[in-house]
């Protein structure tokens, strides 16, 4: 007779396999189409799938609301999910966009084309936008550059097409702005570093592009192989919005698995995506992104960190305390450990958590009896003291009446992290928490 495994069982069992690496597809697809900070490493994620796949419906559904660069919505279409992510970072809607989307290829490959013939033509060198400081952070040179490249983009008629061309114009300014990509925070290159700097944005844009159509090509490649298009069509849903997930998720679906890593900390000490994401942004228009996004993303370099979780000090420390020292006492022995002044210090930990927790409540509501919660989370230190947001993660779903299935502990030194940071070290284990809500 032959006995099978719970999910449960299965899940518990792919440890060693994640660990050790073995089995997986190393390709990385559309992974790299621009490089967002702290990404997961989709191979991890889809063994994962791979063990539950057979457990699910054929109509299956997946969502994440820290959404990223989409990596855990291209892993869930490769399996067949029905896809919904959100995220409060208008860059990585628009790269959400466009790894979800139904691209043909020939068609981006003719706009690369009309694109480089546009741009051999356009003989003018003005500066098409202007912010504060703009001669901070680009040469001269660079901002006639990319204007022309934005010019270029712009004389698309397609906007999907546009919204491909933007990513990687965002992935450009990266490379070619004043500031070091060597951190996510924006600093200044030193003047000797600027002027002896060869960059060539117009090259850098159209080896880019090439490379990119490439990469989505593959991923649709392996769409197809797998019977999930149809006329070029993927043949589930794939649903990307803008949106605040501490607010609301923004969807009336109901999901059979959840797929995420959220932030470690508030941006401010930790990844700030919204630095990384300023100078890309001031160059793509926001209507090519999403009609929805109400945030002045632009109004100052912190403006998204500030509006991510735990970027905003709201409420008393007392009332956090009393709200959430119960449901963790991780968390409570964490600031139990202190003193008045580093308590005072580490207020931010309790505002993320707090944050943490609103969400959490937001995406429950819409996760079905039954379904598996991934979450991928790191520890960090605060106070020269160790956050334990795996165990603190631990307690506060418990809390709300789910369980751990298991607990995967994996390197992340291939994530892409901050080395170093002044007030707090991100760590360099990570785990991956299985949860099962069986509500
Ligand atoms: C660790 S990253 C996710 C990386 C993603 N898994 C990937 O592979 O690219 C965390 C994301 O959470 C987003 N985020 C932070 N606060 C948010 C909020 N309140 N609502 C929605 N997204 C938020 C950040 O903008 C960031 O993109």
Known sequence: MIIENTIEETLAAIDKEILNGENHDKREFVRKILNYPAMMVPSVQESIIKAM?????????????FMGAANSLVAGMKYGFNVYGQDI?????????????????????????????????????????NFNNITKWFKLEVQQDLSKLRRAILSEKDLYIRKFFWVALAEVVRNCSNDRTSTFKMHIRTSEEIQ????????????????????????RNSLEKENLLEN????????????????????????????????????????????????????IPVNEIDETITLDYLKVINEIDSNSLGGK????????????????TTLKEYFNFLNPDERNKAKKVLNFINDLN??????????????????????????????????????LLESKGLFLVTDLARDILSKRMPGRNNFSDTMSKEKILIFKKPF
């Open 358 to 395: 609103i969400t959490i409540d937001n995406v429950l509501d819409k996760m079905d009896v039954n379904s598996h919660h991934v979450w991928t989370i790191g520890n960090r230190n605060v106070n020269n003291k160790e956050v334990k947001n795996d165990k603190i993660l631990i307690e």
């Open 53 to 65: 796949i057979k457990f699910l419906p054929e109509n299956r559904s997946l969502i994440d609301p």
């Open 196 to 219: 002896n700097r060869k960059i060539f944005p117009l090259i850098t844009f159209l080896n880019l592009s090439k490379k990119s159509i490439a990469d989505i090509e593959d991923f």
């Open 89 to 129: 970072n208008p860059l990585s809607i628009l790269i959400s966009q466009v790894k979800t989307a139904d691209y043909n290829i020939q068609e981006l490959n003719d706009a690369l084309t009309r694109i480089k013939l546009f741009i051999e033509n356009d003989n003018g060198n003005a500066v098409d936008i």
């Open 313 to 328: 000090n709201l409420v008393s420390s007392k009332e956090l305390e009393d709200k959430l020292f119960p449901k963790s």
């Open 232 to 283: 070029g069509k993927y043949i589930r849903t794939s649903e990307v919005k803008w949106g605040n997930s501490m607010h609301k998720v923004l969807t009336d679906k109901k999901f059979q698995l959840l797929l995420t890593s959220p932030p470690y900390g508030d941006n401010h000490t930790t990844v700030t995506y919204g630095q990384f994401s300023y100078l890309p942004l001031q160059w």
